[in-house]
């Protein structure tokens, strides 16, 4: 499930910008998959490694929260976006974005990483994470910013996951969001606090 490998660092702006596909995608995502925002978004962060001597040691909860913040604030004319940053069992950074229409969240998103790849923490971004309903069923799709590409995650248990659903949601909206043609790298996020 994790580690995910280093990302964002690599044309950083083209990473974003598939990112920002996410925002214009929701017409496709509710009418061709049937599937309903859950009102939260993740961004998560890979840990800074001990052995490096580096300002992307310092990146701590903190670090994270004042980044997010910022990024945040800079935009007067919009509602605040509630966000909490969470550390994960295997040490990993999460910004948690609640309680927001999706266009805030998918913005929030968009504006937090776009403020980390130019405070130098590009290649500490690992993934974004957007829940959604398919009647009871939980669905993800997952940005990793290693291939700058997205991917479905449906998970059907605390181990397992539906792989036949997600290819043929891969199948539906590849015009909508650009998809991580490697499948190797669709990693299950069980337990992600999103």
């Not at 997952?142 to 997600?166: C, H, K, M, W």
């Amino acid at each position: 499930m994790w580690p995910f490998r280093r990302g964002g660092g690599k044309a950083a702006s083209g990473v974003t910008l598939r990112l920002s596909s996410i925002a214009t995608a929701l017409p496709a995502l509710t009418d061709k998959l049937e599937l309903q925002p859950r009102g939260r978004a993740g961004l998560c962060f890979r840990p800074s490694s001990p052995n490096k001597r580096n300002k992307l040691q310092a990146l701590t909860q903190d670090t994270v929260a004042v980044l997010a913040g910022d990024a945040l604030s800079s935009d007067l004319g919009s509602p605040a976006v509630p966000f909490k940053v969470e550390k994960d069992s295997f040490g990993y950074l999460w910004v948690v974005f609640r309680d927001a229409s999706y266009e805030a969240l998918a913005s929030a998103v968009i504006k937090v990483a776009d403020a980390a790849v130019r405070q130098g923490y590009g290649d500490r971004l690992a993934v974004t994470l957007f829940p959604f309903k398919r009647g009871q069923q939980d669905v993800f799709w997952i940005f990793n910013f290693a291939s700058g590409r997205f991917y479905p995650f449906v998970p059907t248990n605390d181990t397992q996951r539906d792989n036949e659903l997600e290819l043929s949601m891969a199948r539906t909206v590849p015009k909508e969001l650009p998809i991580d043609p490697a499948l190797e790298r669709w990693r299950g996020l069980w337990g992600a606090p999103v």
